[in-house]
């Protein structure tokens, strides 16, 4: 589990004991007992088997694939895939391939729906970049309409493994992947995948396209 569902989850059932106390009666502490147990179980963080493989790029989150497009980018063409979180799925990121963070920029912003296409360009969001395994990917953690934080523990020239947990959006969210324009998408829209174990994308070298 999350740290933040400790946190939130027993500062809850302190709250629901001084209820008890202070009124005499478990009744009064239903709510917060309820939310504490809502907290503790949205903050999971179960394990998960990382695939092996050359050319493999896993799931930054878990969530609903709603967007697999071309783009434009200053560097050039680009794909993009685009994960909706909703307040039920799990909420810890992974990074989506082994190598080298080359670049965190945090970026103020609005709190759009997630499911609204804009929102990858005008929401509050953390912008990362991994090179490694012959490619370079960029990954977004966008906050959504509920979420109010995003976490991310790692700095530049931190080295991270494909599927390591790299931090959290909190509440509903959404997280896009920029990649390569020759990598082989294998996901669809309207697919469900899970952080670290989902194969998104695989580079035709990986000799597993």
């Not at 009064?28 to 309820?34: G, M, R």
């Not at 959404?174 to 469900?192: C, F, H, N």
Request: proline fraction near 5%.
């Amino acid at each position: 589990m999350v740290r933040d569902g400790y946190i939130y989850g027993l500062s809850l059932l302190a709250v629901a004991g001084a209820l008890a106390w202070a009124t005499g009666s478990w009744l009064w502490s239903l709510i917060p007992i309820l939310l504490a147990a809502f907290f503790l179980w949205f903050f999971r963080d179960p394990q998960r088997a990382i695939p092996t493989g050359e050319g493999l790029v896993v799931s930054p989150a878990d969530g609903l694939v709603t967007e697999t497009v071309s783009i434009d980018t200053p560097e050039g063409p680009r794909q993009r895939i685009s994960i909706f979180l909703n307040v039920f799925d799990v909420h810890v990121n992974r990074t989506p391939i082994s190598g080298v963070i080359t670049g965190v920029r945090y970026q103020k912003g609005l709190y759009l729906n997630a499911m609204n296409p804009t929102c990858a360009e005008r929401n509050e969001q953390n912008i990362v970049t991994v090179r490694g395994e012959g490619i370079e990917i960029v990954f977004k953690q966008i906050a959504g309409l509920i979420a109010r934080r995003i976490v991310f523990n790692y700095r530049e020239g931190d080295r991270v493994e494909r599927g390591q947990r790299v931090g959290l959006i909190k509440f509903g969210s959404r997280t896009d992947i920029v990649l390569p324009v020759d990598a082989v998408i294998r996901v669809k829209t309207g697919q469900r995948v899970k952080g670290g174990s989902s194969v998104l994308a695989a580079m035709p070298q990986g000799g597993r396209a």
